[in-house]
């Protein structure tokens, strides 16, 4: 009943730029705290970005700067804007909804539901 389905992943050049989009079904996006999280071969999960339901915004170091979280409530859907991408952050990207608080943004195991994923590969 609930779904999330990320789209937008693809092959671009360094430097270059995509938008990752998460759209909800069965669950209000706005009532959740969304968490943007990514995983290469052979590495662990890490957390890129979030937004809380108050439409606060947090990011990882690494992205500070080059990646935008947004949220259009009126579409149910997340996005992430990714500027001048760099081979680090060849990935597959998740979404995942969960309702829990600042301090656990970070933590993948608080989130209830999560996307496929979609790949995102940084190729010259």
């Known amino acids: 009943q609930v779904q999330l389905v990320e789209s937008g992943g693809g092959l671009v050049q360094p430097g270059g730029s995509l938008r990752l989009s998460c759209a909800a079904s069965?669950?209000?996006?706005?009532?959740?705290?969304i968490g943007w999280f990514r995983q290469a071969p052979g590495k662990e999960r890490e957390g890129v970005s979030w937004?809380?339901?108050?439409?606060?915004?947090y990011y990882a170091d690494s992205v500070k700067g080059r990646f935008t979280i947004s949220r259009d409530n009126a579409k149910n859907t997340v996005y992430l804007q990714m500027n001048s991408l760099k081979y680090e952050d060849t990935a597959v990207y998740y979404c995942?909804?969960?309702?829990?608080?600042?301090?656990?943004?970070?933590?993948?195991?608080?989130?209830?539901?999560w996307g496929q994923g979609t790949q995102v590969t940084v190729s010259s």
């Open positions: 069965g669950l209000v996006l706005g009532s959740y705290a």
């Open positions: 995942a909804a969960g309702l829990l608080g600042l301090l656990s943004l970070w933590r993948p195991s608080g989130y209830a539901y």
């Open positions: 937004i809380t339901s108050g439409g606060g915004t």
